[in-house]
């Protein structure tokens, strides 16, 4: 579902409103004249980058790994059986498969369709776009399907049979919304969506809760809670796990506060008293937590970016007994952590790589958990776990990546010796002929930032490289090493020099990294950006005009803060699905939900901070920019297509070099099969190959 036009500005100055802004008119993301200008300007790019051989080679070589049947089809255990969703030439929009562990164990495994998404796109006459399905447990016999039109991160929920591998004629079915819906049994939703006026919040996600009963309409279900307008959304769902099943409910107050209850059978709410800003989770007899910021209770300290356990229902009668799980330092971060029956895996970070331990509770419930180590990751590489029923057994799978080594998956069992492997990716490039190199830079306020480098071994510091450098540097989010056969065959193999900067805002140093550069201290992640360009520039792997910067959705924020603070640094910039009229957003899609992130620029005080990093306030007139393209989606509820219009339409009118591509489809991956997703990413290479060449 697309976003309605905000409000048309008044002529009262305010920090929400633009006296001079030309490119109003772009908001009204379905209008007519302006999806004539999108094409217009689609028509424009695709005839300046994507009318070549080159083009076309670079495209053909992406598909190719995109759509290769031999990639590794991962799976998720549901009930008996191990369920996978696939795209593949054949299957543009993507079959909902299932086998057994004996076949997926087999190099050609015997799938059995459940699903087939081609098919009912074509009998529905909809785009449809897979979402994902949430099956009632434990017996596994019905799910609820989530499609969504076009990519939106709307969607439409229907009730489906596993069994008969069938919607449920009559069954629960949801029109078109942000919905939030879960199982409490076989004859009752919680149910969170678009009831009507007033039942949204600011950040365009549900306010309101309700149980819903099979077979009555939608509008008889029973509120279960109500959140306020200003709140980012709620919800409630129901936790099955045999002899701990438990009803929850949740409110989110924004992007990193909440609060979560215990739902008693009469409906009450007992709240589950930690931090707002910290994430508990409950498996079984035990509550972990996870505090953003240092937390004092029951007379000790804890430190922010740690990960505790308690007994959950002591805590919930009073006490306060906890046991550090982790606790992190200067170089080490908490990335994940996923329980087996009797176990914990916990995922560390040391400087941005991986290593496992397996923590084991005590038998009576009290004193230290054992630990064992599961093992670290290659060097420069990604290890990571999870186990595969956290009620049947210690089972667990386990995948190997790196930027030069395809991933390899293992399966394993806690106490049983080593995992054993089940898949190898397949090579898409020679990864012989290149090499991985990790390297630190000071930042402008002293901070040592790390980053990593992908180039050919007989790479020459001459300053010609073409370099691609990248990053994210928002919401906690890590940037880890991966392999990308994408990456190998448009940039590596073409003769370029990849970079991944980890810059703070992100997560490979836990809270306090993200912490750092948030709201006021937002352009630390310029600086640190700037400072791994500077770097690379300092030590002649290239310069400013072979130096190319790409990011998206906030990544492509930092690529337009880029564009207009440092342009000096770069031969070329690619600005994908971002954020970028900073004075408008929380009144575009649902920009509200960031609030906590950026500011809120209805806040005059905030306003003064945010301005600095709006790159559509920032552009300007007669300065030095480099040549920048920016891409987008219609159907992009998330960010929206306004930012990437509004940004090229008045970059063009002060005289830039500028170029803009909106898909008219793909939501807020701008892209909606492999198809799409080759031609998108082959267009912002194709775009830097260019220019920094």
Known sequence: MTSSLPPTPSTQSTPSTHSQDDHLWLEDIDGEKQLAWAREQNALTVQACAKSPAFEALQQGILEVLDSNERIPMVSKIGARFYNFWRDKDHPKGLWRRTTLDEYRKAQPAWETVLDLDALAA??????????????????????????????????????????????????????????????????????????????????????????????????????????????????????????????????????????????????????????????????????????????????????????????????????????????????????????RHHLIVNVMHDVVNRLEVLTPPADGKGPWTRESLGGAPALSTIAAGGIDEDENDDYFLTVSGFLQPTTLYIGTIGQGEPQVLKDSPAFFDASRYRVSQHFVTSKDGTRVPYFEIAAKDLQANGKNPTLQYAYGGFEIALQPSYSGSIGRAWLEQGGVYVIANIRGGGEYGPRWHQAALQENRLRTCEDFAAVSEDLIARNITSPAHLGAMGGSNGGLLMGNMLTLYPQLYGAIVSEVALLDMRRYTQLSAGASWIAEYGDPEQPDEWEFIKTFSPYENAKAGAAYPPALFTTSTRDDRVGPVHARKMHAKMVALGHDSRFYENMEGGHSAATDNKESAFMDALGYAYLWQHIR
């Open 123 to 340: 009998a529905d006459r909809e785009n449809w776009v897979w979402h994902g399905a949430d099956c009632l447990d434990p017996d596994y016999k019905r799910c609820l399907i989530s499609l969504s039109r076009g990519g939106a991160d709307a969607d439409v929920v229907r009730e489906f049979d596993l069994e008969t591998s069938r919607f449920v004629e009559g069954g629960f079915t949801l029109p078109e919304a942000k919905n939030h819906v879960g199982w409490k049994d076989i004859d009752h939703l919680y149910v969170a969506t678009d009831f009507g006026p007033g039942s949204m919040t600011s950040s365009s996600y549900p306010r309101i809760v309700k149980q819903w009963r099979r077979g009555t309409p939608l509008d008889s279900a029973v509120t279960v809670y109500e959140g306020l307008h200003e709140d980012m959304s709620v919800g409630a769902y129901r936790d099955n796990t045999p002899g701990f099943e438990r009803d929850f409910v949740s409110r989110q107050i924004d992007f990193y506060d909440s609060e979560t209850w215990l739902r008693a059978a009469d409906g009450t709410l007992a709240k589950i008293d930690v931090p707002d800003d910290s994430l508990a989770e409950i498996t079984r007899e035990w509550m972990l937590i996870e505090p953003r910021t240092d937390w004092t209770v029951g007379g000790a300290t804890y430190k922010s970016g740690s990960l505790l356990a308690t007994k959950f229902d002591d805590y919930m009668a009073g006490k306060r007994e906890l046991t550090v799980l982790f606790e992190p330092d200067d170089t080490t971060a908490l990335d994940s952590h996923s329980w087996t």
